[in-house]
Nanobody, 117 residues
Framework: QVQLVESGGGLVQAGGSLRLSCAAS????????MAWYRQAPGKQRELVAA???????NYADHVKGRFTVSRDNAKNTVYLQMNSLKPEDTAVYYC???????????WGQGTQVTVSS
């Protein structure tokens, strides 16, 4: 059993920054690929950023150059540093984990990010 808990969301002005954290409990984090998704009202959930167990990263085009994903295996935590935030970044952000050791993928409960004009 794996549990993911996101934190760090909130209200920020356009151009500001936030850092999201996703803390994992349970076995298998070191071999898991981690990702951040987001979902705005009335829209489909979309991939924002991902990081493999080896540290390779991928970003959606709309956040590349502004967001940075990283992980700290000693703390079982993945981070999303968000800079130069725009109102269109407003969404609920979800943490996702996949591992060859697991039958299922896991999701966090989500954290709200709101960017004002």
């Amino acid at each position: 059993q794996v549990q993911l808990v996101e934190s760090g969301g909130g209200l920020v002005q356009a151009g500001g920054s936030l850092r999201l954290s996703c803390a994992a409990s349970g076995r298998g984090f070191s071999t898991a690929a981690m990702a951040w998704y987001r979902q705005a009202p009335g829209k489909q959930r979309e991939l924002v950023a991902a990081i493999t167990s080896g540290g390779s990263t991928n970003y959606a085009d709309h956040v590349k150059g502004r967001f940075t994903v990283s992980r700290d295996n000693a703390k079982n935590t993945v981070y999303l540093q968000m800079n130069s935030l725009k109102p269109e970044d407003t969404a609920v952000y979800y943490c996702n984990a996949r591992s060859p050791e697991w039958r299922y993928e896991y999701w966090g409960q989500g954290t709200q990010v709101t960017v004002s004009s």
